[in-house]
């Protein structure tokens, strides 16, 4: 496949995600889910490269839902995997295996990743008051 052919691929997946964020969450997971395609289209072994469009698409949408714990009840936005899966057409199964592709591919924590959070989750994040004292010991301020 050449370079043309994977950024079209690239671009479909980014329009999929997006659309699915322009309906079900906001702008700033569509953002989120743009970088996070874009990154993956840049690793030197494009994994963009095969299988189902809708798949990545549902992968990359689920994994910024699962950072940002958008599948929690108590989240605004919220959803369920099973939401994600029945808008794209995918198993929950082959769409949580490949997140946690994606999520290998990029070194993704599972704990918190600053590049993928949305904001209110950066700013509330407890490991931001974390300090370390002239002794080497770690605390909170």
Not at 15 to 35: G, S
Not at 44 to 55: C, M, V, Y
Not at 62 to 71: D, W
Not at 91 to 105: G, H, V
């Amino acid at each position: 496949m050449d370079k043309k052919e994977l950024k079209e691929r690239e671009a479909k997946v980014i329009e999929l995600a997006v659309n699915f964020c322009n309906e079900k969450l906001d702008e700033e997971c569509a953002t989120l889910c743009t970088q996070l395609i874009q990154k993956l289209g840049r690793k030197r072994t494009n994994p963009l490269q095969s299988g189902r469009l809708e798949i990545w698409a549902a992968a990359a949408v689920y994994t910024i839902c699962s950072i940002n714990f958008i599948f929690s009840k108590d989240s605004r936005p919220s959803l369920t995997s099973y939401d994600i899966c029945e808008y794209f057409g995918t198993s929950n199964s082959t769409t949580a295996q490949k997140s946690r592709t994606i999520k290998d591919l990029l070194k993704i924590s599972q704990v918190f990743d600053s590049t993928f959070s949305l904001k209110e989750i950066a700013e509330n994040n407890p490991y931001n008051r974390l300090r370390i004292s002239s002794n080497g010991f770690f605390f909170f301020d």
